[in-house]
């Protein structure tokens, strides 16, 4: 009776393990759950005023979670904005400069008729006639040289209002920045500031990945190499937690095509030596996976 109770045991055993065995074996590939991940940086210098967010929270593409200290830029801005005030306040009317000149030559030109009419009736010489002619073109000539010369003094302050204009269109870029504009829709996965710290340029703030989709990297073999391909549908099996798996699909989204060793946080001592292939499986989520999570996957 005691024989035939231990026989019975081992064979059981012996069934069990087989069945463990020819389980383990139903999964092509194994791995673990990662995310694409973005580290979101500051692009402005200056102190944190606010900054409202917390690991674990879902953002929106475009949120605005916050603002960097931005007071000395504004500052700035509004004395460009006076400059170019007072700078284009100094701008010549070129119609009032020249009025006085317009007057002479319409004097002249008057004068001219007049000598004109004289020298029909023999009440005038030619050179007066002349001499009249030579100061209207002195006249004409000193207009036309003091329209230049207004017209350089407009322009060159012109130019300098459109250096300054740019220099107000770079501080307003730069204020934009102290906004801080959530770029991506995806969880807070890592806070790395708070209020009141010093940001500067590529600064880390948080975080981010969309967790609405993500990716479980397997490792295949060179054996299975040419069973799989981009875009082709995989079954995937994650542990229930009462010793049973729960089962959806996934797509490759990704082939390497160079071979690594086997990473040995997922393989066994001797399994390590081989050299395999990773793979990339995208999988919706409903919350139900999480970075870091064990997974498997059965090729369709």
Do not use: H
Not at 32 to 57: M, R, V
Not at 209 to 222: E, F, H, K, P, Q
């Amino acid at each position: 009776m005691y024989k035939f109770t231990t026989i019975t045991i081992a064979a059981m055993w012996l069934i069990a393990l087989t069945s463990c065995n020819k389980n383990k074996s139903n999964f092509d590939a194994s791995g673990s759950f990662e995310a694409e991940e973005t580290i979101i940086s500051s692009e402005a210098i200056g102190t944190i005023k606010q900054f409202d967010i917390e690991e674990g929270q879902v953002l929106k593409k475009g949120e605005f979670i916050g603002y960097i200290d931005s007071t000395q830029l504004y500052l700035k801005k509004k004395q460009l904005e006076s400059q170019i005030k007072a700078m284009l306040s100094k701008k010549p009317n070129l119609s009032v400069q020249i009025s006085a000149m317009q007057s002479q030559l319409a004097t002249a030109e008057n004068e001219k008729i007049r000598i004109s009419n004289l020298i029909k009736g023999d009440a005038a010489t030619p050179k007066q006639l002349d001499d009249i002619n030579a100061s209207i073109d002195v006249i004409k000539k000193q207009i036309e040289a003091q329209k230049s010369s207004l017209n350089i003094a407009i322009e060159g302050l012109g130019k300098d209002a459109s250096s300054m204009l740019v220099q107000i269109e770079q501080l307003n870029d730069q204020l934009a920045k102290c906004k801080i504009i959530n770029p991506k829709e995806g969880t807070v996965l890592t806070k790395y500031s708070e209020v009141n710290e010093m940001a500067a340029t590529g600064k880390a703030l948080y975080k981010i990945a969309d967790l609405s989709n993500i990716i479980l990297r397997v490792y295949i073999t060179g054996n299975q190499l040419p069973k799989i391909k981009l875009n082709q549908m995989v079954k995937v099996y994650t542990d229930d937690g009462n010793g049973n798996f729960n089962e959806t699909e996934g797509i490759i989204t990704w082939i390497n095509d160079k071979a690594e060793f086997t990473p040995k946080t997922i393989q066994t001592k001797d399994e390590r030596a081989n050299m395999v292939y990773a793979m990339k499986v995208k999988v919706k989520n409903e919350g139900t996976f999480k970075i870091g999570m064990y997974g498997e996957i059965k090729l369709q």
